[in-house]
């Protein structure tokens, strides 16, 4: 069973950094395999941040994050990172980390891609 366990969300003012991390247990990893943060604010639709093939590092990160959000992984704990720099207060949301497959990292911030769903860790940024 395949389990998806995030952590590092919390409260932080506006230009602080946090770390999210993001466990995937029970997941074996394909060739095309990925892992995604997803983040959705109140009244809003969830949107891709970014997201990395395990396998062989390609990553990809959304217009609103690039210079300042950086996603990494650690294959031999089956965990991936999600750094955030210069935060914002736009930045505020649920955050959730998910795990699919897909071939084409030109999908990779599409929610439909994604399988598995971890429970959220919330990060609020103040002004």
């Known amino acids: 069973q395949v389990q998806l366990v995030e952590s590092g969300g919390g409260s932080v003012q506006a230009g602080g950094s946090l770390r999210l991390s993001c466990a995937a247990n029970?997941?074996?990893?394909?060739?095309?395999?990925?892992v995604g943060w997803f983040r959705q604010a109140p009244g809003k639709e969830r949107e891709g941040v970014a997201a990395?093939?395990?396998?062989?590092?390609?990553?990809y990160r959304a217009d609103s994050v690039r210079g300042r959000f950086t996603i990494s992984r650690d294959n031999a704990k089956n965990t991936v990172y999600l750094q955030m720099n210069r935060l914002k207060p736009e930045d505020t949301a649920m955050y959730y980390c998910?795990?699919?497959?897909?071939?084409?990292?030109?999908?990779?911030?599409?929610?439909?891609?994604?399988?598995?769903w971890g429970q959220g860790t919330q990060v609020t940024v103040s002004s």
């Open positions: 998910a795990a699919g497959e897909t071939y084409y990292g030109s999908t990779s911030l599409r929610p439909d891609v994604y399988n598995y």
């Open positions: 029970g997941y074996s990893y394909s060739s095309h395999s990925i």
């Open positions: 990395i093939y395990p396998g062989d590092g390609r990553s």
